[in-house]
Nanobody, 118 residues
Framework: QVQLVESGGGLVQAGDSLRLSCAAS????????MGWFRQAPGKEREFVAQ????????VYGDSMKGRLTISRDTAKDTVWLQMNSLKPEDTAIYYC???????????WGQGTQVTVSS
């Protein structure tokens, strides 16, 4: 079973950058897709970005497109989410997740809070 622990969230001002990290343990990630989702108060969970561990292929959601870079460190079993030009509407809990190659997300982290002030 894969365990995921997010870190790097916090309170920032509009226009700032933030890098989230997701440390994975307990499994071999070569057969997974690693993703980031977010959920704001009163809203549904939203896809942010994903990366296929074995190939590095990246896919981005529409809400933050152009302001994101997802990457992974295969030596450290860590996924990074670099977020730039943050906006108050980016305020949410950000979750790291692991999906099987069929796209089904099966493991989730506990989330890290990102708050962007105007």
């Amino acid at each position: 079973q894969v365990q995921l622990v997010e870190s790097g969230g916090g309170l920032v001002q509009a226009g700032d950058s933030l890098r989230l990290s997701c440390a994975a343990s307990g499994g071999t990630l070569g057969s997974y897709i690693m993703g980031w989702f977010r959920q704001a108060p009163g809203k549904e969970r939203e896809f942010v970005a994903q990366i296929t561990w074995s190939t590095g292929r990246q896919v981005y959601g529409d809400s933050m497109k152009g302001r994101l870079t997802i990457s992974r460190d295969t030596a450290k079993d860590t996924v990074w989410l670099q977020m730039n030009s943050l906006k108050p509407e980016d305020t949410a809990i950000y979750y790291c997740a692991a999906a099987r190659l069929n796209g089904q997300y099966v493991y989730w982290g506990q989330g890290t809070q990102v708050t962007v002030s105007s």
